[in-house]
């Protein structure tokens, strides 16, 4: 994978920034890391010479995100035929998606977002309502 191969995937899994690559990458990867947001800018930017030697384990982790993905939209398509979907709110942060979804502890906010687009949810709404609210 190339570095601009990477940055797709990092976008297309929720994960825009170094930052947010590196706190998921130390999710992941419990044990200390020597990379810092620096080493995931140029991750994902290169070098302007040439490719920037990108960490296998990084890799990996876009490998397992992708799996997960496929895997949620599969799923979700089938119960969207079946006329009952799982995924009905957006979410503003980590806690209130994984007190909802359980599948997605320790994933980005983000990651679930990018997945609601690439389904093209459009009637959405945000998680803080309470069913009572929505209903009248």
């Not at 810092?36 to 990084?58: F, H, T, V």
């Not at 979410?91 to 599948?103: N, R």
Request: charged share 30%.
């Amino acid at each position: 994978m190339n570095n601009a191969q990477f940055k797709i995937e990092c976008f297309r899994n929720g994960l825009y920034s170094p930052e947010q690559i590196i706190e998921f990458y130390k999710v992941v990867h419990t044990e200390e890391t020597k990379y810092n947001s620096r080493d995931a800018q140029l991750w994902i930017n290169g070098k302007s010479s040439r490719e920037y030697q990108i960490d296998p384990k990084a890799i990996q982790i876009l490998d397992m995100l992708n799996a997960i993905r496929s895997e949620v939209i599969a799923k979700e398509k089938e119960r969207i035929e079946l006329g009952n979907p799982r995924y009905k709110y957006l979410f503003k942060g980590e806690q209130a998606l994984w007190s909802e979804h359980h599948e997605f502890i320790n994933l980005p906010v983000n990651f679930y977002n990018s997945i609601m687009v690439e389904l093209g949810k459009k009637d959405l709404i945000y998680f803080e309502f309470s069913k009572k609210d929505i209903e009248s």
